[in-house]
Antibody, heavy 124, light 111 residues
Framework: QVQLIQSGAEVKKPGASVKVSCKVSGHTLTELSMHWVRQAPGKGLEWMGGFDPENGETIYAQKFQGRVTMTEDTSTETAYMDLRSLRSEDTAVYYC?????????????????WGQGTVVTVSS | DIQLTQSPSSVSASVGDRVIITCRAS????????LAWYQQKAGKAPKLLIY???SLQGGVPSRFSGGGSGTNFTLTISSLQPEDFATYSCQQANSFPRGFTFGPGTKVDIK
């Protein structure tokens, strides 16, 4: 069974950066297609980017291009999302989520397993 | 990019009711039906219910079903249970440019 455990809540000032981690257990990180999704208070879900196994590269939503970097550390089976130049509108819960269906082994065009979420608050 | 809208934005229903939520895409998908549905309870991560518009994810009760084609898709809860009060969101996958988009969500609460 795949489990994703995320790092704890963060409070940052405008202009700062935040790095959220997502540790994988029960599966190999590089075989999961890890993505990041955020949810501002009272708002809907917003996809930020992730690893696309179809073309073998990390893809980012245009809205976050140049401001976000997603990486994977295979030695610790941990994925990271680094968001820079934070502003108040970045206050949200950030989730890691994977596209691999752990029951069938196929990649879905959806997100099967989710982390518990990391609250990031941006405030002066 | 394909945009998603959902209706209604909220619905009040009773246990045992049949609930239908609609998700409309701004254009038809170029290939397949990469449309998924999620359930999200307050303070929790989303849970995948349906993928490929109508495939039930493992472990999801059979009272949940998905349907539709083209640009109009539905999530049906055949007999609402107390644990089903939550927010439901649809999600689609773009082929070009590659990416994912979520609908705004539909809140199902107790009547």
């Amino acid at each position: 069974q795949v489990q994703l455990i995320q790092s704890g809540a963060e409070v940052k000032k405008p202009g700062a950066s935040v790095k959220v981690s997502c540790k994988v257990s029960g599966h190999t990180l590089t075989e999961l297609s890890m993505h990041w999704v955020r949810q501002a208070p009272g708002k809907g879900l917003e996809w930020m980017g992730g690893f696309d196994p179809e073309n073998g590269e990390t893809i980012y939503a245009q809205k976050f291009q140049g401001r976000v970097t997603m990486t994977e550390d295979t030695s610790t089976e941990t994925a990271y999302m680094d968001l820079r130049s934070l502003r108040s509108e970045d206050t949200a819960v950030y989730y890691c989520a994977t596209r691999r269906d752990v029951l069938t082994g196929f990649f879905l065009d959806a997100f099967d397993t989710w982390g518990q979420g990391t609250v990031v608050t941006v405030s002066s | 990019d394909i945009q998603l809208t959902q209706s209604p934005s909220s619905v009040s229903a009773s246990v045992g009711d049949r609930v239908i939520i609609t998700c409309r895409a701004s254009q038809a998908f170029s290939s397949g039906v990469p449309l998924a549905w999620y359930q999200q309870k307050a303070g929790k991560a989303p849970k995948l219910l349906i993928y490929h518009a109508s495939s039930l994810q493992g472990g999801v009760p059979s009272r949940f079903s998905g349907g539709g084609s083209g640009t109009n898709f539905t999530l049906t809860i055949s007999s609402l249970q107390p644990e089903d009060f939550a927010t439901y969101s649809c999600q689609q996958a773009n082929s070009f440019p590659r990416g994912f988009t979520f609908g705004p969500g539909t809140k199902v609460d107790i009547k």
